[in-house]
């Protein structure tokens, strides 16, 4: 049969094929983990969802986690303790400045905009829309430790 398909018709023989294997890797992907998927959206919503409120009410010292789109790299600030910065759109449309200390953690050298970062730090409310810090260590062990995670790396 497949010898007496012409050659444009092969070509789509081969596509659909390819296309049937992924839908039935996909398929069975999800059934050994159905809500793989679905349960990382719906929290990805609940996390932007409570610094949504954060903001609104304009409240602070809350340990956040979630993550955001890279839109602005902004210089590290050098004053005092060095922290690296940058500002995430959050699916919600917010943006949040990182604060990211570089006296305590690693620096993200490959950041670029359009970049994905998750993050898990504490929220202070800002009329911009709020900052992350403490996305490190505490040396002292005093304080939640945060981290960010950028393109599977966790820096902390």
Same mark, same amino acid.
């Given at each position: ?5 012409? !050659?444009? +018709?092969?070509? @789509?023989? =081969? ?6 294997? #992924? /839908? ?57 303790? !060095?922290? +690296?910065?940058? @500002?995430? =759109? ?6 949040? #400045? /990182? ?58």
């Amino acid at each position: 049969m497949w010898a007496s398909l012409a !050659k444009g +018709q092969r070509k @789509i023989m =081969k596509k659909v094929l390819l296309v049937l294997a #992924l /839908v039935f890797t996909l398929y069975h992907s999800l059934a050994k983990n159905p809500n793989s998927t679905a349960s990382f959206t719906q929290q990805n919503a609940t996390n932007a969802q409570q610094i949504t409120n954060a903001f609104q009410n304009k409240h602070s010292d809350s340990q956040v986690s979630g993550s955001g789109i890279v839109i602005n790299n902004l210089a590290d600030d050098t004053k005092g303790s !060095k922290h +690296q910065k940058f @500002i995430l =759109k959050l699916s919600s449309g917010q943006t949040l #400045l /990182v604060a990211h200390n570089i006296d305590l953690a690693p620096r993200i050298n490959t950041l670029h905009n359009g970049d994905t970062v998750e993050f898990y730090g504490e929220y202070e409310w800002n009329a911009k829309g709020g900052v992350v810090h403490w996305t490190h260590r505490d040396p002292d062990g005093r304080h939640v430790n945060g981290w960010l995670k950028h393109k599977g790396v966790r820096y902390q």
